[in-house]
């Protein structure tokens, strides 16, 4: 039985593989939308098969760590959330999945308190800790793989402090964990 189901839930929702945008390249803003929105968030990467994993082994399953971002088409959101309808499109549409580099996790420290933060064009928006976060790192794992096998190179998105917010062309993202830059790219 999977016992992550008798507590509050995280919210989950699913990204494609032509979600995900890394290596520095940038974000074109989709003409769907006129409302797009940045999330800063620690995301973790599988290492390993698991399914139906207890949270106090939830730590085996992963070993690596970055940034990135969950980009939102906001205007999207809210007609989908106001029909009833799933959020796919304005959560999951081509490349709305940056990620930074990653490192180990013994390199940024206790995934129950990493500090994080975002900077769009030199200014601090969001700054963040997993200390903060309300479902740690190992229960999201464990209640995800309750529906979903979880692969080897998976990521999962954490969730975002707040200050989330608009982007525009010409911003410039950059993406920390402590004061070590994971996440460098722009908007175009």
């Given at each position: 039985?999977?016992?992550?189901l008798?507590?509050?839930?995280?919210?989950?929702?699913?990204?494609?593989?032509?979600?995900?945008?890394?290596?520095?390249?940038?974000?074109?803003?989709?003409?769907?939308?006129?409302?797009?929105?940045?999330?800063?968030?620690i995301?973790?990467?599988?290492?390993?098969?698991?399914?139906?994993?207890?949270?106090?082994?939830?730590?085996?399953?992963?070993?690596?760590?970055?940034?990135?971002?969950?980009f939102?088409?906001?205007?999207?959101?809210?007609?989908?959330?106001?029909?009833?309808?799933?959020?796919?499109?304005?959560?999951?549409?081509?490349?709305?999945?940056v990620?930074?580099?990653?490192?180990?996790?013994?390199?940024?420290?206790?995934?129950?308190?990493?500090?994080?933060?975002?900077?769009?064009?030199?200014?601090?928006v969001?700054?963040?800790?997993?200390?903060?976060?309300?479902?740690?790192?190992?229960?999201?794992?464990?209640?995800?793989?309750c529906?979903?096998?979880?692969?080897?190179?998976?990521?999962?998105?954490?969730?975002?402090?707040e200050?989330?917010?608009?982007?525009?062309?010409?911003?410039?993202?950059?993406?920390?964990?402590?004061?070590?830059?994971?996440?460098?790219?722009?908007?175009?």
């Open positions: 039985m999977c016992h992550a008798e507590l509050s839930e995280p919210a989950v929702f699913m990204k494609s593989d032509s979600s995900l945008l890394k290596d520095g390249k940038p974000f074109f803003i989709p003409d769907f939308s006129s409302e797009i929105h940045y999330e800063t968030e995301v973790v990467k599988i290492n390993r098969l698991g399914k139906n994993i207890a949270e106090r082994f939830a730590h085996r399953y992963y070993s690596e760590v970055t940034v990135g971002i969950d939102t088409a906001r205007d999207w959101q809210r007609r989908l959330r106001r029909e009833g309808l799933p959020w796919e499109i304005s959560k999951a549409f081509d490349h709305s999945a990620t930074g580099s990653f490192i180990p996790l013994e390199e940024a420290g206790d995934i129950g308190r990493i500090p994080f933060c975002l900077e769009i064009n030199g200014q601090k969001q700054k963040g800790n997993t200390a903060d976060m309300i479902f740690t790192v190992d229960r999201i794992i464990a209640y995800v793989s529906f979903f096998t979880l692969k080897t190179g998976d990521l999962i998105y954490t969730g975002t402090p200050g989330v917010g608009p982007v525009k062309a010409g911003d410039r993202l950059q993406g920390y964990i402590g004061e070590r830059k994971l996440l460098d790219f722009s908007v175009r």
